[in-house]
C-alpha cells in the first residue's frame, strides 16, 4: 500500500509523549485559512517553486510533458491542474528552485524510518505519530502502519481533525495510544467560513469516539479573533467534560507556513493577523485549570 508523504519528522517532542517521529501524510478535506501545512492539503503531488533561487533559464519548461509550466518575467507559472507530479522538471532544475512537496512510499518503507529511532522512543516513552493532512482520507494506509508499529511495540498516536468516517476512525483508534483531536471551533458557522467544512460531524465523530477510546486529548489552534475567544474556549470545556476528556492543548497562532502559501503559489488570507499576547493565552490556560481540565500551551 502506498501514499504520499509530505515529510517524516524524527525527534519531535510535541505531537504526543516523549521523543517522537511525526509522519506528514497528505490530503486533507478541511481548507482552514491558518493552515501552517498548505502542502498537505491536496491529495495529489505538487510542486514548490522558491523564485529567488530561479535563473529563468526554461530547463523545466522543456522537461514537462504536460505542459504544466509557464515561463514569465516574474518567474515560472504552476498550472495546477495540468501538473501530474512526475517530478521531471525538478530534476531538470539546476538550482533546485523546484522541488516536489511529498514523495509517494510504502507502509514499510515509511517503518523503515520509524524503526531508526527506537532507541528514542524506550528511554522517553515517546512512539510514532501520524499527522496530515487528515489521517481519515488515508485511513487504509495509517491502519496498516499502525498496526505495524503496534506489533513491534511501538507508542502510537494520531493526529485528526475527526472529519471523515467513524466506521475508520474506530478502526484507527483500536491501534492508538493517544488521540490528539482538532477542534477548530465551536460554533458551527464560524468554523464553516474558516475551514470550509461544518463542524457537526467532527463534533458527533468525538462524542461517539469518547465512548470507545479512553486517551483523547482536544487540540485549539488559537486565531487571533477567529477562536480565542473567552466564549470559544468556555465552550471546548464544556464539550470536553461531556466527552470525560481530560487534557485540552491550547496552541498559540504563527505564522511560520507562510512562505510555503508563496513557493505553492496560493494565497495566505491571515498574513496580517497578529500573535496573542503571551499574558491572554496564559488567561485561557487558567480558564481550562480552573474547571479541573488539565491545560497544556503547545502541544
Request: net charge positive.
Amino acid at each position: 500500500m502506498k501514499t504520499v508523504i509530505c515529510e517524516i519528522e524524527h525527534y519531535a517532542i510535541h505531537d504526543g509523549p516523549g521523543i517522537r517521529t511525526v509522519v506528514f501524510i497528505k490530503g486533507c478535506p478541511l481548507r482552514c485559512k491558518w493552515c501552517s501545512n498548505p502542502e498537505t492539503q491536496r491529495r495529489e503531488n505538487e510542486l514548490f517553486y522558491s523564485s529567488e533561487k530561479c535563473i529563468l533559464c526554461g530547463s523545466c519548461v522543456r522537461a514537462c510533458l504536460k505542459n504544466a509550466l509557464t515561463k514569465t518575467e516574474t518567474g515560472i507559472k504552476i498550472n495546477k491542474e495540468l501538473c501530474d507530479g512526475c517530478g521531471l522538471c525538478t530534476s531538470a532544475c539546476p538550482m533546485s528552485a523546484l522541488e516536489l512537496a511529498g514523495k509517494i512510499m510504502t507502509v514499510e518503507e515509511v517503518f523503515e524510518e520509524i524503526i531508526k529511532d527506537t532507541i528514542f522512543y524506550r528511554q522517553s516513552g515517546g512512539g510514532v505519530t501520524v499527522s496530515g493532512g487528515e489521517v481519515l482520507m488515508n485511513s487504509g494506509f495509517v491502519l496498516e502502519l499502525l498496526k505495524l508499529c503496534r506489533d513491534n511495540y511501538i507508542n502510537t498516536a494520531i493526529e485528526t481533525s475527526g472529519y471523515g468516517s467513524f466506521v475508520e476512525l474506530k478502526k484507527i483508534g483500536l491501534y492508538t495510544n493517544t488521540i490528539l483531536f482538532d477542534v477548530k471551533h465551536t460554533d458551527n458557522e464560524m468554523h464553516e467560513r474558516f475551514t470550509g467544512v461544518s463542524n457537526k460531524l467532527i463534533l458527533e465523530n468525538l462524542r461517539k469516539l469518547s465512548t470507545v477510546h479512553g486517551n483523547i486529548i482536544l487540540r485549539v489552534p488559537l486565531i487571533t479573533n477567529i477562536n480565542d475567544s473567552e466564549g470559544n474556549i468556555k465552550n471546548t470545556i464544556k464539550l470536553a467534560a461531556e466527552c470525560s476528556i481530560k487534557e485540552i492543548h491550547l496552541l498559540p497562532y504563527h505564522s511560520l507556513g507562510a512562505d510555503k502559501y508563496r513557493r505553492l503559489q496560493k494565497k495566505y488570507e491571515l498574513k496580517d493577523i497578529e500573535k496573542q499576547d503571551k499574558a491572554y493565552i496564559e488567561r485561557l490556560k487558567k480558564i481550562v485549570e480552573e474547571s479541573g481540565i488539565k491545560c497544556v500551551i503547545g502541544g
